[in-house]
């Protein structure tokens, strides 16, 4: 039985220790989003950003633009004039404009749809390769990107970013890319470009989950019920054996 144990014991560290090898050998490493899906001002500037910057090229076709206006707090008209540039139907998803077909043709790649995107990358990974565009002279976009290697995603911030050149760390012998900086200043401050990515992460979070905020609260209310619940199961279990003894 205790040998059991102990193999069991031993399997687990093995097990618990692989995994964090193997995560900690996931390559560059990526920046906290530190993002609030609960700040409605941060989601709906995102939700501006998206539709501005993001949908010409990539669709969320599980999200609708009137599911938008009712969790974030508004109305027809401000989605309709702000978000729904192509003037689809309040009800309709969210669809690029792009075709796929151009999209291969011109950047290699066809750009994923994004419903899902901050489940399947997580909102810090997405951080990362938000802010981690550099200027690269070899490759067709002149961007390449820290988290995602020759990426075919041309930056569409390059404006308000300015430029940023990678850096570059020896380890062992090995040039390693260790972060960017930014060698020209773009039209936005770095404080407020980084404002602006984390609502946009934000607003792919939400997408990604629009019931993330209200699966919390309910969990709150869960343990309190369970809580109360203990309490007076306490209760009634002391009753009933204080005439067994
Ligand atoms: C000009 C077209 C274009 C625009 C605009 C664009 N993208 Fe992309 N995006 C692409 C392409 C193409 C890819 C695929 C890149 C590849 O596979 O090399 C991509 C890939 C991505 C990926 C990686 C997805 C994955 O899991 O592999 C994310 C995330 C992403 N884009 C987010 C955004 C966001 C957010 C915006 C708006 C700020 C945006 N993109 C704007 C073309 C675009």
């Not at 490759?139 to 990426?151: E, L, P, R, S, Y």
């Amino acid at each position: 039985m205790k040998k059991t144990i102990l193999v069991l014991l031993l399997t687990t560290i093995a097990m618990i220790s692989s995994g964090l090898v193997m995560a900690a050998g996931g390559g560059y490493p990526k920046s906290p989003a530190n993002v609030d899906v609960d700040d409605m001002a941060s989601l709906q500037r995102g939700a501006k950003v998206f539709t501005d910057y993001c949908l010409s090229c990539h669709s969320a076709k599980f999200v609708r633009f009137n599911r938008v206006a009712d969790d974030l707090g508004m109305n027809e008209a401000e989605v309709m004039d702000n978000l729904n540039h192509l003037g689809v139907k309040f009800g309709s998803t969210m669809t690029a404009t792009m075709t796929e077909e151009y999209s291969k043709e011109a950047f290699g790649a066809v750009p994923p749809d994004l419903s899902l995107v901050a489940r399947s990358r997580g909102v810090d990974w997405l951080y990362t390769y938000l802010t981690g565009f550099y200027a690269d002279s070899a490759k067709t976009t002149g961007q390449n990107n820290v988290i995602f290697k020759d990426v075919g995603m041309p930056n569409v911030f390059w404006k308000q970013e300015g430029v940023k050149k990678p850096v570059y760390e020896e380890h062992d012998g090995t040039k390693v890319l260790v972060g960017v900086e930014v060698v020209e200043k773009g039209t936005m401050e770095p404080e407020e470009f980084d404002t602006m990515i984390r609502d946009l992460v934000a607003f792919l979070s939400y997408i990604g989950e629009p019931n993330q905020s209200y699966r919390k609260s309910l969990g709150i209310y869960v343990l309190v019920f369970l809580f109360i619940f203990f309490g007076f199961a306490y209760a009634m279990k002391k009753d009933y054996w204080k005439d067994v003894h």
